[in-house]
T-cell receptor, first 112, second 122 residues
Framework: KNQVEQSPQSLIILEGKNCTLQ??????????LRWYKQDTGRGPVSLTI?????NTKSNGRYTATLDADTKQSSLHITASQLSDSASYIC???????????FGRGTSLIVHP | GAVVSQHPSRVICKSGTSVKIECRSL??????MFWYRQFPKQSLMLMAT?????????EQGVEKDKFLINHASLTLSTLTVTSAHPEDSSFYIC??????????????????FGPGTRLTVL
């Protein structure tokens, strides 16, 4: 069964600090992995996309890594800002279906 | 980037009434659109795939007679929640792939999400 597990479920950090969110998946065969940011009451917005051959990709203060061998990905946020408070969702495509598998997300709260 | 809009953004209705939610691709045509439901602290769950000019494809466990989908044009799909009940209260999100592509395998993110509609059934 295709699954995407994210950890931690929630995280609280102080403004300016760094943090790392984790994503483990069992989707096979693997096609690509996306990280989305979803503000409360809004639709998800794409942050990064990685295919099998990529092991790191950056988008400003967001850096995603991918280890296709261990089926793990991480999203590192540098110098967090209050506006980073949101849910971060890991989405994996593949598994013999055109429908991707969504993780439950990590809720990040950045305090001043 | 491409824009997908939803209307209304928020709706409150009485139990037993029907509610229509619109999803529009504003600057591109979408032969396919996806409807998701998201409960608090949960991931997005695909409900159905809306196909322009043909019947929608529903995921297992989603009642097609309760969640009516119409994709009458290349830029508009509607989801109607019929005889809504409190358990239908949720956040409904649509997405549309640009240029007719679905979740591509080459890493090109052509999938754009709408801002979502918060439905509350009293």
């Amino acid at each position: 069964k295709n699954q995407v597990e994210q950890s931690p479920q929630s995280l609280i950090i102080l403004e300016g600090k760094n943090c790392t969110l984790q994503c483990n998946y069992t989707v096979s065969p693997f096609s690509n992995l996306r990280w989305y940011k979803q503000d409360t009451g809004r639709g998800p917005v794409s942050l990064t996309i990685m295919t099998f051959s990529e092991n790191t990709k950056s988008n400003g203060r967001y850096t995603a890594t991918l280890d296709a061998d261990t089926k793990q990905s991480s999203l590192h946020i540098t110098a967090s800002q209050l506006s980073d408070s949101a849910s971060y969702i890991c989405v994996v495509s593949g598994g013999g279906s055109y429908i991707p598998t969504f993780g439950r997300g990590t809720s990040l709260i950045v305090h001043p | 980037g491409a824009v997908v809009s939803q209307h209304p953004s928020r709706v409150i209705c009485k139990s037993g009434t029907s509610v229509k939610i619109e999803c529009r691709s504003l600057d591109f045509q979408a032969t396919t659109m996806f409807w998701y439901r998201q409960f608090p602290k949960q991931s997005l769950m695909l409900m159905a795939t809306s196909n322009e000019g043909s019947k929608a494809t529903y995921e297992q466990g989603v009642e097609k007679d309760k969640f009516l989908i119409n994709h009458a044009s290349l830029t508009l799909s509607t989801l109607t929640v019929t005889s809504a009940h409190p358990e239908d209260s949720s956040f409904y999100i649509c997405s549309a792939p640009k240029e007719g592509l679905m979740w591509t395998s080459d890493g090109t993110d052509t999938q754009y999400f709408g801002p979502g509609t918060r439905l509350t059934v009293l």
